[in-house]
């Protein structure tokens, strides 16, 4: 069923002409349907060829008894030599079917009759056999929806009327099991239920002679990996089943190196796996690596792309391996052992964090399994998701950094700097969420607890006051947030110099409370610094960089330089786009940026399409009630009164009025721009004496707001 493209590939190939011996190599992970189409072939070109021989590959015992049959049946004597040189002798068309050449210890190479005539396929669940054919190979995966699903209805003994269709492309391995018992609208719920006894399954009558399960082949195949491999694919089954980075090892590997002594008695497990990466001086062996890795990839258990550096495992086989761990909690522990010495805390490794975010999830459904050593490493996965925006997956950061916070407090006390560390990551992620008066609460606790602990000099300390400063600046209270930032400015000047990246973060922060009082001259200044301080450190394409050319840029446009802003502003988006992708947080705010100062020069058209994109995004991504989704919905708002669209323009900004109100309070700034907004808007509209608003009437405006449409972009 289906791999026509493969059959098409087999026929091509073979039709070329014969100077040199022909050998076709199909591989792919056992059970994927290599001998089917190697058979599929031979049915589709059987008028073109004197003979066709099937060949068992699987040992060198079962190759000799073939060949001695072929020498038998051709008259030409009774042994192994005979058959070969037999085939080497008929000048006629023949084709040879080498089938289940799994064996990666088994030498084919003098089983191949060395002549030009004659046609050879393989089949094997060793990659490593494509060195037969190195442009005539095919790796053998899944079938396609469309002939999976026919494929399933088929063997269900099923009709193909259009509702069947549809029920069977959501269900695989499962045609012998709904043939038998006769339940295809069911058998997803059983499945569920049921998954590893299901697949397990096999009929009593089959149509060939594969008389093994899926799961049973792949269990021939995991006996027969050394117990390192074996473990090896054990604990990547409790990944996610797809991009596993390699680094993951290396990582842990080298934390191993450099941590002896530090890791704890629960820790031997992990260290005891990871020593078989350690070369006899006593580093990191890449080589050992790529030798276990290998081993699990001549049975296709297990797929290597050096382009990506990551491994991936077929999605059944990552279910067959996960179902059947000897041991699954202590597997678990050691796995989140790995990826916890794994985990990179500095600065310029949070895409490789990022990257991990899958795995975690995917390993870590309960807390509890963790260390306490690699609470804060997880915790940071999940911390670099808020940071930097990269997914906007707050609401697991949410959860995981509570569950850090409490564990801390029962284990270690409130005032132990690992607590305040895991109350700093949540009141982060509060702030991200929107929900500054809580994040204030737990930064308020922070700082006091770093000035108790540590002083009011030490980085941590200062790295406190900065956060709490934040939260003061996105409640609208400037003058605070001034009397702190001013403060870690000068703190980490004296520490840290002017040119550490940390210096110059604490000086974009003031430059932007500078810019929110108005003092746009004082901010330029800073920015300039700041901007010229990333580009000598990071280059101009760093997303740091960027964020400081973006800050310059809203400043040039509050001093009405609206050129310079622009071109900033165009740089900043296209950077974001390139390292980020639309749909990134940090783009949408770029975006945002730039339609502002289009705006600003009356190319409103430009602007109205940049700033829908914008609003629909951050909907997406954070949801209707978030103020960066209030705020850009009150820009669009203002594009379409520019417009005359004053109408549209005042449903928008009372649905921002009424949530920023309930949000950030009647008197935060924001609140009171949103307002002054409306107002012009309704005398704009005659409606100056409706400007008041009343708080009583959120719900009736929210639910006024969800049925209206948004005016269709002009761009």
């Known amino acids: ?91 006629k068309e023949w084709t040879l079917l080498f089938d289940n050449a799994d064996d990666p210890k088994l030498k084919l190479l003098p089983f191949l009759p060395q002549c030009t005539h ?7 669940r060793n990659p490593q056999l494509a060195v037969y054919g190195p442009a005539s190979h095919s790796q053998v995966g899944d079938l396609d929806e469309e002939h999976a699903a026919l494929l399933l209805l088929t063997r269900a003994l099923q009709e193909h009327p259009d509702k069947n269709h549809k029920l069977a492309m959501d269900i695989v391995q499962a045609g012998a099991y709904i043939a038998k018992f006769k339940c295809l609208k069911n058998y997803l719920s059983i499945y569920r239920q049921n998954k590893k006894e299901l697949l397990l399954q096999h009929p009593d009558q089959t149509l060939d002679d594969y008389e093994w399960t899926v799961y049973t082949t792949w269990q021939i195949s995991f006996e027969k990996l050394s117990p390192v491999a074996a473990r090896f694919l ?45 070369s006899g001086s006593g580093n990191w062996s890449e080589q050992y690596f790529r030798n276990i890795v290998a081993e699990i990839e001549e049975y296709s258990l297990l797929q290597s792309d050096e382009t990506s550096s990551t491994l991936s495992m077929h999605p059944l086989v990552h279910l067959w391996c ?58 940071w996965i999940y911390y670099d998701g808020v940071t930097y925006r990269q997914l906007g997956r707050y609401q697991e950061a949410e959860e995981l950094e509570l569950s850090v916070l409490q564990g801390g407090q029962k284990l270690l006390g409130n005032d132990h700097p690992e607590t305040l560390t895991a109350m700093a990551n949540l009141a982060v992620t509060y702030g991200q969420l929107g929900r500054y008066q809580e994040a204030e609460e737990l930064e308020l606790s922070v700082l006091q607890g770093g000035q108790k602990l540590l002083g009011n000099d030490h ?21 605070e947030a001034e009397g702190l930032e001013l403060s870690v400015l000068q703190g980490r000047q004296k520490l840290l110099g002017n ?46 960089t960027l964020f400081a050319m973006a800050n310059l840029a809203v400043t040039y446009g509050r001093l009405g330089r609206y050129q ?55 909907q997406k991504l954070l949801g209707n009630d978030h103020p960066d989704t209030l705020f850009a919905m009150a820009n669009l708002a203002m594009t379409l009164s520019s417009t005359g669209r004053h109408k549209a323009a005042e449903n928008l900004q009372l649905k921002v009025v009424a949530n920023y109100t309930e949000v950030l309070g009647a008197d935060h700034p924001d609140t009171l721009r949103a307002t002054k907004e409306l107002k012009a808007t309704r005398d704009a509209l005659g409606k100056a004496k409706d400007t008041e608003f009343k708080h009583t009437s959120a719900k009736r405006l929210s639910k006024m707001f969800s049925r209206l449409k948004f005016p269709a972009s002009k761009k």
Request: hydrophobic letters at 40%.
């Open 1 to 91: 069923m289906g791999r026509r493209e493969i059959l098409d590939k087999m026929q091509q190939y073979f039709s070329r002409d014969n100077t040199k011996r022909r050998i076709f190599v199909l591989h792919g992970l056992g059970g994927s349907g290599k001998t089917q189409i190697a058979l599929k072939f031979l049915e589709e070109t059987s008028d073109e060829v004197s003979r066709q021989f099937f060949v068992n590959a699987s040992s060198s015992e079962t190759l000799n008894n073939s060949f001695m049959n072929i020498a038998i049946s051709q008259r030409f004597g009774q042994t192994p030599e005979a058959g070969i040189q037999w085939l080497i002798s008929e000048h």
């Open 118 to 124: 004659g046609k050879f396929i393989i089949t094997s």
């Open 234 to 278: 054990q604990l990547c089954a409790l990944l996610h089943h797809n991009s596993i980075p390699k680094s993951i090892f290396a990582n842990a590997t080298k934390w191993i190196l450099s941590n002896e002594g530090n890791e704890t008695e629960s820790m031997g497990e992990a260290r005891e796996f990871l020593q078989n990466f350690v």
């Open 322 to 379: 996960s179902g059947n761990l000897p041991d699954e909690v202590a597997t678990q522990a050691c796995m989140a052992d790995v990826l916890g010495m794994a985990i990179d805390l500095g600065p310029d490794a949070y895409l490789d964090r990022i990257r991990i975010i899958a795995h975690v999830n995917r390993l870590v459904p309960d807390f509890t399994v963790l260390n306490y050593q690699f609470w804060r490493q997880y915790a």
């Open 459 to 479: 980085p941590e300390t200062l790295t406190a006051m900065a956060n709490l400063a934040v939260t003061y600046r996105r409640l609208g209270r400037y003058q």
């Open 499 to 544: 040119d550490h990246p940390e210096t110059l973060t604490a000086m974009a922060n003031l430059a932007d409370t500078y810019r929110q009082l108005g003092r746009y001259q004082e901010a330029e200044e800073l920015e300039l610094s700041v901007l010229q301080g990333r580009q000598k450190l990071l280059g101009n394409d760093h997303p740091d």
């Open 564 to 618: 310079e802003a622009e071109g900033l502003k165009l740089s900043v988006l296209q950077g974001c786009q390139k390292l980020l992708g639309n749909d990134h947080p940090e783009t949408l705010t770029a975006m945002a940026n730039l339609a502002v100062t289009y705006g600003q020069l009356g190319r409103y058209q430009e602007a109205e399409g940049l700033e829908l994109s914008v609003l629909q995004g951050r």
